[in-house]
């Protein structure tokens, strides 16, 4: 008979556990996205697609999207300590001890840059071998790129954008590496540098996820990320949504189309 009471009190501990962390789940319905701020994608006012995505899959199930601007760099770490929920803008694999949903929910068309007068001809990745090649802080453009290049380059990392091109009028760095997206709205946003000044060969095409911290909520909003996304991507509405940015540089992942 104490036996039996032993797995009662048990069974009554597990079944409040369990119902405590879903209640936890359903009170907090804020959810902090930490993301570097990329034009039309994540403003910083809360405007943008990527931002039109979240509240999509989220809002009808009853959550509130909260922006949290920081840098790449800055992101990575907030979503690893656990002090946000979830990261935007992540590539597959890049960050430990967070969650990777199932799908993804945009791509990145990676773009390199150099100078038209730097006198080489570009012939593949290879040119870049043996030259100084910049990015910003926090992406991981090397981990992408072929072992007979990347371990042949002179990585410099910047603090942003401008410092990119302005690194390239000095000839300090060869190349500059970015989204393709993020190289189009600097260029046509900056009265100093002329975009007819630069080439632009894309190298890669690299899925973007929304990774969450490595908790069991972070595991619940994965799960509920995954479902909600796959009913937009059905219903067409992922696209159109798309659509609305059709001016803003953005690339509808093509293999969402087959779904």
């Known amino acids: ?11 009554v501990l597990i079944l409040m556990s369990g119902f ?14 930490s993301t570097e ?18 509240r999509a899959v989220f809002e009808p199930a009853g959550f509130q999207v909260k922006p949290v601007i920081r840098s790449y760099e800055g992101s990575v770490q907030h979503v690893k300590s656990q ?6 803008g992540s590539y597959a694999d890049e960050i430990e001890n967070v969650i990777y949903p199932e799908n993804h929910f945009a791509i990145d068309i990676v773009q390199v840059v150099f100078k038209k007068n730097a006198g080489f001809q570009w012939a593949g990745l290879k040119t870049m071998r043996a030259k100084n090649v910049g990015w910003i802080t926090g992406y991981a ?11 042949h380059i002179k990585i410099r990392r910047l603090d942003n954008r401008e410092a990119g091109f302005r690194l390239l009028e000095k000839d300090i760095i060869d190349f500059y590496i970015d989204a393709k997206g993020d190289i189009s709205h600097f260029l046509q946003d900056s009265a100093y540098y ?10 890669l095409e690299l ?10 909520r972070g595991k619940k909003l994965a799960g509920l990320f995954d479902r909600h996304l796959k009913k937009l991507i059905k219903n067409t509405e992922l696209k159109k949504m798309y659509d609305k940015y059709k001016d803003s540089f953005f690339t509808y992942p093509s293999d969402l189309l087959k779904h």
Do not use: Q
């Open 1 to 11: 008979m104490k036996d039996y009471f032993i797995i009662v009190a048990l069974v």
């Open 20 to 33: 405590s962390v879903d209640s936890a789940f359903a009170e907090n319905r804020v959810i902090l996205f």
């Open 37 to 54: 701020e990329w034009k039309d994608a994540t403003n910083r006012d809360g405007t943008g697609l990527y931002w039109d995505i979240l």
């Open 83 to 88: 002090s946000v929920d979830a990261m935007v």
């Open 141 to 151: 453009y090397h981990e992408y790129l072929p072992e007979n290049t990347s371990k």
């Open 194 to 203: 002329n975009p007819d000044d630069y080439s632009r060969k894309t190298i």
């Open 207 to 216: 899925n973007l996820y929304v990774v969450f911290a490595n908790t069991e």
